[in-house]
Nanobody, 115 residues
Framework: QVPLVESGGGLVQPGGSLRLSCAASGSIVSSYGWYRQAPGKQREWVAGISAGGTSNYADSVKGRFTISEDNAKKTVYLQMNSLKPEDTAVYYC???????????WGQGIQVTVSS
């Protein structure tokens, strides 16, 4: 598997914003996804986008999060607005590729929403 590099996490107050980035490499990307895992919880799907630009979201983040992609950079972003304490989790990106590079998970990045 070809590794992914995530960045952009950190600590933010409720109502604040963060933007996560995930830079891919290797074969042509077919789709990207964002997942998160809170302490003691199972990993859940947050958002996804195809290489063609079709996006979808979990109900819990609709209207607050936006997933986007830069195909030239093979990078996916997650703009997180109006953050809530329940958004606190480790966020992971997942990239599905055509060709020999295979699919990959990011290393995970902490997002903490707290006052």
């Amino acid at each position: 598997q070809v590794p992914l590099v995530e960045s952009g996490g950190g600590l933010v107050q409720p109502g604040g914003s963060l933007r996560l980035s995930c830079a891919a490499s290797g074969s042509i990307v077919s789709s990207y996804g964002w997942y998160r895992q809170a302490p003691g919880k199972q990993r859940e799907w947050v958002a996804g986008i195809s290489a063609g630009g079709t996006s979808n979201y979990a109900d819990s983040v609709k209207g607050r999060f936006t997933i986007s992609e830069d195909n030239a950079k093979k990078t996916v972003y997650l703009q997180m607005n109006s953050l809530k304490p329940e958004d606190t989790a480790v966020y992971y990106c997942y990239v599905s590729r055509w060709g020999a590079s295979g699919d990959s998970w990011g290393q995970g990045i902490q997002v903490t929403v707290s006052s």
